[in-house]
């Protein structure tokens, strides 16, 4: 069966390139969000397999969100994505509980790898 995957990132073409990576390679995009608050709520109401997160969104920014997320459900997988030079956000992701992180501008092959790599 299809993985399910939450694509968050307040950039729409980000989505779209996300997206586009994802379902070519027989993922499921189970939902979309522009901002943290809306991953929050979108990751409550489809429960997806994954969400892929952009640290750097308005209104909550992904490291909030991922906190949120994870305080609702510890199990929660989740793979931060951001831009270089944001180490220091990076690693309280991961101390946050991301699985991962990808870093933009993105290469298929290293999404798709983080992806299989966290929910197979």
């Known amino acids: 069966m299809a993985k399910n995957i939450l694509v968050c990132d307040d950039a729409?073409?980000?989505?779209?390139m996300?997206?586009?990576i994802l379902t070519k390679n027989g993922y499921n995009v189970a939902g979309e969000a522009e901002n943290g608050a809306k991953a929050v709520e979108k990751y409550a109401?489809?429960?997806p397999d994954l969400v892929l997160m952009d640290i750097t969104m308005p209104e909550m920014d992904g490291i909030q969100a991922l906190k949120a997320i994870?305080?609702?459900?510890?199990?929660?997988?989740?793979?931060?994505?951001?831009?270089?030079?944001?180490?220091?956000?990076v690693i309280e992701a991961i101390?946050?509980?991301?699985k991962?992180?990808?870093?933009?501008?993105?290469?298929?092959?290293?999404?798709?790898?983080?992806?299989?790599k966290v929910v197979g």
Request: hydrophobic residues 50%; contains cysteine; positive net charge.
């Open 45 to 47: 109401e489809l429960k």
């Open 100 to 116: 991962d992180f990808i870093v933009k501008p993105f290469q298929a092959e290293r999404v798709l790898e983080a992806v299989k």
């Open 70 to 89: 994870k305080s609702s459900d510890a199990n929660a997988m989740v793979i931060m994505c951001s831009a270089m030079g944001q180490q220091a956000m």
């Open 12 to 16: 729409a073409f980000m989505r779209m």
């Open 18 to 20: 996300i997206k586009d």
């Open 95 to 98: 101390q946050s509980g991301a």
